[in-house]
């Protein structure tokens, strides 16, 4: 299994209609985070959490909400999808105690393609 | 606002030849600059880091060049093999906290 689980894989939707997108890990990380990847424009970060009463904005937060419903799972949510927010979605997690060491980084998910039509 | 700017969007060498992917930031709060590549289908994965207290860090056939005074910092890929064909992206962060990164090379690997 994944460590980072990405449910679902693709998803198609309305605009106007409210759509969660769910992320679970298995690291065992404290921190998690949602971003969106678009062409041109690389990995944006929509919400952070470092705990599960931790939940910060991201430089692209307007129109999504986020629920850490628990230390391994993070969830999206677009409450009302319009068009641009078509793109694939990344959740990735860390481990807060490893940030200074030499190859810290995120681990991340495989991604949700979403599309509002 | 791109904290962190990666050139060039694209890039196709010859097999054995060498890639080179650079960025540049601006915010000199910046202690750590991870790179990370991507296959079609996936999502992100670490290649290699560095921490500014370094000017090279070297891992197989992937190095990371850091010219602290410039703000700017590259990702060199030796003897570079079809199966690195993928997007790249750059990063950067303070303390390890929230990663900002490039937006992407897609580099194809010809045989």
């Known amino acids: 299994d994944a460590d980072v689980t990405q449910t679902p894989r693709n998803r198609i939707t309305k605009t106007g209609k409210r759509i969660m997108l769910e992320c679970s890990q298995t690291?065992?990380?404290?921190?998690m985070y949602w971003y969106r990847q678009d062409p041109g424009l690389g990995l944006r970060l929509i919400y952070y959490?470092?705990?599960?009463?931790?939940?910060n904005k991201g430089e692209i937060s307007d129109g999504y909400s986020v629920s850490r419903q628990a230390q391994a799972k993070f969830s999206l949510s677009l409450e009302s999808a319009i068009p641009n927010q078509t793109a694939l979605y990344f959740c990735a997690t860390s481990d807060n105690s490893r940030t200074m060491t030499p190859n810290y980084g995120y681990t991340f998910g495989s991604g949700t393609r979403l599309t509002v039509v | 606002q791109q904290q962190v700017k990666q050139s060039p969007q694209s890039l196709i060498v010859q097999k054995g030849g060498i890639s080179i992917i650079n960025c540049a930031y601006e915010?000199?709060?910046?202690?750590?600059f991870p790179w990370y590549q991507q296959f079609p289908g996936k999502g992100p994965a670490l290649l290699i880091a560095i921490r500014p207290d370094v000017s090279e860090k070297k891992e197989g056939r992937f190095t990371i060049s850091f010219n602290k005074s410039a703000k700017q910092f590259s990702l060199h890929i030796m003897d570079s093999q079809p199966g690195d064909s993928a997007t790249y992206f750059c990063a950067a962060s303070i303390t390890g906290n929230q990663f900002y990164f490039g937006t992407g090379t897609s580099l194809t690997v010809i045989p």
């Open positions: 959490s470092f705990d599960v009463k931790d939940i």
């Open positions: 915010n000199t709060a910046f202690d750590y």
């Open positions: 690291k065992g990380h404290d921190r």
